[in-house]
């Protein structure tokens, strides 16, 4: 019994499979399932993720955009007893 047949026109993946498979010795059918398999794995761990995960992550992106010393103390919208100037 012969398996299905997976058909991908696309000359960039032709490129690809075919310089991976000499790198690597590897058939190109078996490159293609551990890529595949590699890709699932990824999406789902990105969707195991919870929202507070996604919004840490975030928040880590945005903190490396704000240079070195930087406070978010305000103290010079406050006087001696915290109180609105």
Same mark, same amino acid.
């Given at each position: 019994?012969?398996?299905? /047949?997976? #058909?991908? @026109? ?12 000499? %790198?690597?010795?590897? &058939? ?16 789902? /761990?990105? #969707?195991? @993720? ?12 945005? %903190?490396?955009?704000? &240079? ?18």
């Amino acid at each position: 019994m012969s398996e299905t /047949q997976l #058909s991908v @026109r696309s000359t960039k993946a032709r490129d690809l499979a075919h310089a991976l498979a000499r %790198r690597t010795g590897q &058939p190109i059918n078996k490159l293609v399932e551990q890529a595949l398999e590699r890709y699932d794995l990824e999406l789902r /761990q990105q #969707s195991a @993720r919870t929202p507070i995960d996604v919004l840490s992550d975030l928040m880590a992106e945005g %903190r490396r955009a704000v &240079p070195t010393g930087t406070t978010s103390a305000h103290d010079d919208f406050y006087d001696e007893y915290g109180l609105p100037r």
